[in-house]
């Protein structure tokens, strides 16, 4: 069965950083990963995803903020966000690819306040 634990979400004041990431219980090698979000009251949106190493999309909002990249040997997938604003704020979710089933994460909360 295939597990993804997100970690590293929080509380941060507008402009600051954190560092998402996401370990899997299986070999990531290949596979398709993503990071998603949800805000109260919207739909779950995609905000990274890579394919590859270097292959990597964003989601308009967070070009130029947010960085993704994973570890193959630590199996785990990372979200660099930068100069964070309030609307930020969501439960982030990692999801991967495998075969024609799709897997994810339990969430992590990150909220931007002052």
């Known amino acids: 069965q295939v597990q993804l634990v997100e970690s590293g979400g929080g509380l941060v004041q507008p402009g600051g950083s954190l560092r998402l990431s996401c370990a899997a219980s299986?070999?990531?090698?290949?596979?398709?990963m993503g990071w998603y979000r949800q805000a109260p009251g919207k739909e779950r949106e995609l905000v990274a995803s890579?394919?590859?190493?270097?292959?990597?999309n964003y989601a308009d909002s967070v070009k130029g903020r947010f960085t993704i990249s994973r570890d193959y040997a630590r199996k785990t997938m990372y979200l660099q966000m930068n100069s964070l604003k309030p609307e930020d704020t969501a439960v982030y979710y990692c999801?991967?690819?495998?075969?024609?089933?799709?897997?994810w994460g339990q969430g992590t909360q990150v909220t931007v306040s002052s």
């Open positions: 999801s991967v690819l495998s075969g024609s089933n799709s897997y």
């Open positions: 299986i070999r990531i090698f290949g596979l398709k």
């Open positions: 890579i394919t590859g190493s270097t292959n990597t």
